[in-house]
């Protein structure tokens, strides 16, 4: 192998970024839908916005295949104990967006069944504001997402720490 | 026609049950003590009113009524597409009425509705469990005097944390 040779096909580069660039890249989403936005984001997938071109068209309906959860849609005090355990199912690293007004606040179901605002309970990286939001919104969101991760440290993690 | 016959035979054979008869909006309401809703609802399904469209309930607390709740059914004659509501006042003290799942088997799963949120026993049911909230949940929501913000219970859930993941990075 001449020096040439290595030159075209060797890169080098830090561990962590390689790590985030290869999670930020293949994100695979588990989709909560539990209203309208859970149809909107249907749209999300759609040749138009396409997630494909962010690596994150492998939609996975098994929380634990999957390290990104976007709950889209009105959460109800029946419906709460269920995301808490499919959070909880996700293998970490795991990230979360909050998809339209219900998730983030109840919207304008301020009444005793439901949540208001999930991030009361379990962590949200990403709101998307709308009701529903835009599939513009939600790539928005998604790329907000690829930026958080595209800053992570391996450090930031309690058990590369703990050492 | 159907309606009108039924109406005269129903208040002549059942002078103690029926409260009275009203219009209102082109629809025909009979009014009927709850503890005998069985077996008026027989004699109207015999009478050809087959089909049990819609069954629900009204908490009278501000509108004034025979009782603080009316159960209503809606009633609707395939034969001759006319439609009557029967509603059936119960007491607070003692809100309890017969079931009617042995006439229509689609009021099983409302007559549980109308338990779970308005705290309505049907007696004779096979099955008087709630069907919407949660299985644990105390009280019946729909009553007029239920807080609308509820008892706290939108806010009783375990707080998750980020485990492993510490605190994302702020810039």
């Known amino acids: 192998m001449n020096h040439d040779d290595i030159k075209s096909n060797v890169l080098t580069t830090t561990l962590e970024s390689a790590i985030n660039w290869g999670r930020k890249n293949s994100l695979w989403p588990m989709p909560f839908g539990t209203a309208c936005c859970g149809i909107e984001f249907m749209a999300v997938l759609a040749a138009r916005t396409d997630i494909a071109r962010f690596g994150a068209e492998a939609i996975r309906f098994s929380p634990r295949q999957s390290d990104l959860l976007i709950v889209a849609g009105r959460i109800s005090i029946k419906m709460m104990p269920v995301l808490i355990r499919i959070y909880e199912q996700m293998p970490e690293p795991k990230w979360v967006i909050s998809m339209g007004a219900c998730a983030s606040s109840g919207g304008v179901f301020d009444t005793y069944s439901v949540i208001q605002g999930i991030d009361q309970f379990i962590p949200v990286d990403v709101y998307v504001p709308g009701c529903p939001p835009r599939p513009e919104g939600v790539v928005e969101s998604l790329m907000k997402i690829q930026n958080l991760i595209d800053k992570e440290k391996l450090s930031d993690y309690a058990l590369s720490s703990s050492k | ?171």
């Open chain 2, 1 to 171: 026609m159907l309606l009108e016959q039924t109406l005269a035979q129903i208040k002549e054979k059942f002078p103690d049950p029926v409260l009275e008869t009203t219009e209102f909006a082109g629809e025909q309401i009979l009014h009927v003590k709850g503890q005998d809703i069985l077996t008026v609802l027989t004699a109207l399904k015999a009478n050809g009113f087959n089909f049990l469209a819609d069954l629900t309930a009204i908490d009278n607390l501000t509108l004034g009524g025979y009782e603080r709740f009316a159960v209503s059914y809606h009633l609707l004659c395939h034969k001759t597409a006319e439609r009557l509501t029967v509603k059936a006042y119960v007491p607070e003290e003692k809100p309890s009425l017969p079931s009617v799942e042995s006439l229509w088997k689609t009021a099983d799963w409302q007559e549980r509705e109308v338990f779970d949120l308005f705290g309505i026993i049907f007696e004779g049911h096979p099955n008087l469990i709630r069907i919407m909230n949660p299985d644990d949940y105390e009280g019946h929501p729909l009553k007029k005097d239920y807080p609308r913000l509820g008892r706290k219970e939108r806010g009783d859930f375990p707080v998750i944390d980020r485990g492993i993941q510490k605190q994302k990075p702020s810039k």
